[in-house]
């Protein structure tokens, strides 16, 4: 059976770690693994996640099943948390899922339930992993214009007019916040303005938010998809835990679906739990549960808050702190862009063959695209990396 298998091409990402760990220099610098890492190095269990699993450790009486589309206090919870009150929670169907990317998938198998034909439009550049999701599934996808690398911002006015050629109900992925790869993120006006064009072509927007409160706080993070929440009769959100809790390895995520009526939200409540059926059944729950109880717990909550303002303020100091350096190494302001960026991640004006060459000759590992992880950056590594990209892409 398996004579003339071949395996798929390796995902970048997963082929840039091992590069990373078999590179025997000691002065290496990691600015490509998409992970918060300490100022040691380590991707940390957050204080407020060790209380709750104590808590859980003490008081929870059963690892029996959860309901196929998971806890509905998890549901409430992440909800809350995402939406607010900018739409009604009975117009919100919810679904529990294996971490951001489940949700992901979970999101466009029932797009392609509902319609096999929709085109799917992604931000370009955007994560490589809702592309290759899309193309497993066999689903249309079509880039929208958006980063625009001469400025390192937004490309407004080429994203609006592809957005104004969707088809009625063909869906526009968008990204939350702390836009992945490019840390280019929409504005208020810009939020407003996609509305504005969704609601004329009826298209549905789908919003990706992995990064919650890594971006400027955990409201100001979410006003725009409240702002199309409160606006859309339809919309997707798929959220992932990952970051904002350090749950990694716990896999957390949630799809939640915007309808127009509470009528039609049970029976999307109802299909969603038939695809977690059809996949893996029962969705983990010891990392919801986790996240449950941070959010339903003032005392927990304000921890977890305080920790994730501290993880924030580190990376934004990386930020600036890289910015600044490559300022003193090219005398030039062609990376002051950065600092109007958010969240973990930037992109490098850096062909391949360059991104090669740093890694090769000055043990710097980013992805092919350019794209580093400012969390990667410590004070000790910001002028050594920064050395080594002004050599190569000067």
Same mark, same amino acid.
């Given at each position: @059976?398996?004579?003339?298998?071949?395996?798929?091409?390796?995902?970048?990402?997963?082929?840039? @770690?091992?590069?990373?760990?078999?590179?025997?220099?000691?002065?290496?610098?990691?600015?490509?693994?998409?992970? !918060?890492?300490?100022?040691? /190095?380590?991707?940390?269990? @957050?204080?407020?996640?060790?209380?709750?699993?104590?808590?859980?450790?003490?008081?929870?009486?059963?690892?029996?099943?959860?309901?196929?589309? /998971?806890?509905?206090?998890?549901?409430?919870?992440?909800?809350?948390?995402?939406?607010?009150?900018?739409?009604?929670?009975?117009?919100?169907?919810?679904?529990?899922?294996?971490? &951001?990317?489940?949700?992901?998938?979970?999101?466009?198998?029932?797009?392609?339930?509902?319609?096999?034909?929709?085109?799917?439009?992604?931000?370009?550049?955007?994560?490589?992993?809702?592309?290759?999701?899309?193309?497993?599934?066999?689903?249309?996808?079509?880039? !929208?214009?958006? !980063?625009?690398?001469?400025?390192?911002?937004?490309?407004?006015? &080429?994203?609006?007019?592809?957005?104004?050629?969707?088809?009625? &109900?063909?869906?526009?992925?968008?990204?939350?916040?702390?836009?992945?790869?490019?840390?280019?993120?929409?504005?208020?006006?810009?939020?407003?303005?996609?509305?504005?064009?969704?609601?004329?072509? &009826?298209?549905?927007?789908?919003?990706?938010?992995?990064?919650?409160?890594?971006?400027?706080?955990?409201?100001?993070?979410?006003?725009?998809?409240?702002?199309?929440?409160?606006? @859309?009769?339809?919309?997707?959100? *798929?959220?992932?835990?990952?970051?904002?809790?350090?749950?990694?390895?716990?896999?957390?995520?949630?799809?939640?679906?915007?309808?127009?009526?509470?009528?039609?939200?049970?029976?999307?409540?109802? *299909?969603?739990?038939?695809?977690?059926?059809?996949?893996?059944?029962?969705?983990?729950?010891?990392?919801?549960?986790?996240? *449950?109880?941070?959010?339903?717990?003032?005392?927990?909550?304000?921890?977890?808050?305080?920790?994730?303002?501290?993880?924030?303020?580190?990376?934004?100091?990386?930020?600036?702190?890289?910015?600044?350096?490559?300022?003193?190494?090219?005398?030039?302001?062609?990376?002051? !862009?950065?600092?109007?960026?958010?969240?973990?991640?930037?992109?490098?004006?850096?062909?391949?063959?360059?991104?090669?060459?740093?890694?090769?000759?000055?043990?710097?590992?980013?992805?092919?695209?350019?794209?580093?992880?400012?969390?990667?950056?410590?004070?000790?590594?910001?002028?050594?990396?920064?050395?080594?990209?002004?050599?190569?892409?000067?």
């Amino acid at each position: @059976m398996f004579e003339n298998h071949k395996a798929p091409e390796a995902d970048k990402i997963l082929r840039v @770690m091992k590069l990373f760990a078999d590179d025997p220099r000691a002065d290496k610098i990691d600015l490509g693994v998409g992970v !918060y890492r300490t100022p040691e /190095g380590l991707t940390p269990v @957050m204080g407020a996640v060790k209380a709750a699993e104590r808590r859980l450790l003490e008081e929870q009486a059963t690892k029996g099943y959860v309901a196929l589309a /998971g806890d509905p206090g998890f549901h409430a919870a992440l909800r809350q948390l995402t939406f607010g009150d900018s739409a009604a929670a009975d117009r919100i169907a919810c679904l529990a899922t294996p971490g &951001g990317t489940g949700a992901v998938r979970q999101a466009f198998e029932l797009l392609k339930a509902q319609n096999p034909h929709v085109t799917v439009h992604t931000s370009a550049p955007t994560w490589p992993n809702h592309e290759a999701i899309l193309d497993t599934l066999g689903i249309r996808w079509q880039p !929208y214009r958006y !980063y625009d690398a001469a400025t390192g911002g937004l490309d407004r006015d &080429g994203m609006l007019a592809d957005l104004a050629a969707v088809k009625r &109900g063909d869906v526009v992925l968008l990204h939350g916040c702390c836009h992945n790869p490019t840390g280019a993120d929409l504005d208020l006006s810009d939020w407003q303005a996609i509305a504005d064009s969704l609601s004329r072509t &009826g298209a549905v927007p789908m919003v990706d938010l992995a990064y919650q409160g890594f971006g400027n706080s955990l409201d100001e993070d979410v006003a725009g998809l409240r702002l199309l929440a409160a606006a @859309m009769p339809e919309m997707l959100l *798929t959220v992932s835990s990952s970051k904002n809790f350090g749950l990694y390895r716990d896999r957390v995520g949630l799809l939640l679906v915007l309808t127009e009526t509470p009528a039609i939200t049970q029976a999307v409540q109802g *299909t969603l739990a038939w695809l977690n059926r059809q996949s893996y059944a029962f969705p983990p729950d010891h990392g919801a549960r986790v996240v *449950t109880e941070i959010l339903s717990d003032a005392s927990l909550r304000a921890d977890w808050t305080a920790e994730l303002t501290e993880m924030r303020d580190r990376v934004i100091a990386m930020r600036e702190a890289l910015a600044k350096a490559l300022r003193l190494e090219t005398q030039s302001d062609r990376f002051d !862009y950065l600092l109007s960026q958010k969240g973990m991640f930037s992109r490098l004006p850096a062909s391949e063959d360059q991104v090669a060459q740093l890694r090769r000759e000055h043990g710097v590992y980013m992805i092919g695209d350019g794209r580093i992880n400012m969390a990667g950056l410590i004070e000790e590594t910001v002028r050594p990396a920064a050395s080594a990209i002004a050599r190569v892409l000067t």
